[in-house]
């Protein structure tokens, strides 16, 4: 039963959706055109920073920096408990998902699916939020300029997921 619910859900919604409009007599496919105007004129606002922000990590990655600050604040993780394997992720995370889940999944695949690296990796994937794209993306969409606070609460946030991490899977692993 729950299979084919899971598989009938999305269709059902799409037929819905306009089904609705059209008992309210909105016009819906023009409704619709006008929405990806918006998104399109939101893309192009939001693109610049969001190329940037692919762009850096892109070079972080590729240029051995993200590595080489990895291994200057590793005495001050391994205080911690948290492996040096799993500092790339926790210095990506905030910048990009799709990196931090790159990295994720090369440490499930070297170290193991049962291992603590890797149960550590994905407990800090989950509790830790892309904190840049979404101001990036966010902000951008709406023209906000000034993030002030937001960036230093999403930074705070974060730094307490990755300890709360290690904390807890030190704990139950």
């Known amino acids: 039963m729950l299979k084919i619910i899971s598989e009938l859900i999305i269709p059902v919604i799409l037929l819905i959706i306009p089904l609705y409009g ?4 909105v016009k819906v496919y023009e409704v619709f055109v006008d ?4 998104g399109i ?4 606002k939001i693109f610049p920073a969001l190329l940037a922000m692919l762009v850096a990590v892109g070079v972080l990655r590729s240029s051995g920096a993200l590595d080489g600050f990895a291994k200057l604040i590793e005495p001050f993780t391994s205080r911690i ?5 799993v500092i790339p992720l926790a210095l990506i995370r905030p910048l990009s ?6 990295i994720a999944t090369e440490l499930i695949k070297s ?4 291992s603590f690296i890797a149960k550590l990796a994905s407990v800090m994937y ?3 939020e892309t904190t840049f794209y979404v101001l990036a993306v966010y902000f951008g969409s709406v023209g906000v300029k000034k ?3 937001s960036i230093i609460a999403g930074i705070t946030a974060d730094i307490v997921a990755i300890l709360s991490s290690v904390f807890y899977s030190r704990l139950f692993f």
């Open 22 to 25: 059209l008992i309210k007599h």
């Open 35 to 38: 929405g990806a105007k918006d």
């Open 41 to 44: 004129n939101t893309m192009t």
């Open 81 to 85: 408990g948290m492996p040096s394997e």
């Open 97 to 102: 998902g799709s990196g931090a889940l790159g």
């Open 111 to 114: 170290k193991g699916p049962d």
């Open 126 to 128: 989950g509790s830790t």
């Open 147 to 149: 993030m002030r606070h």
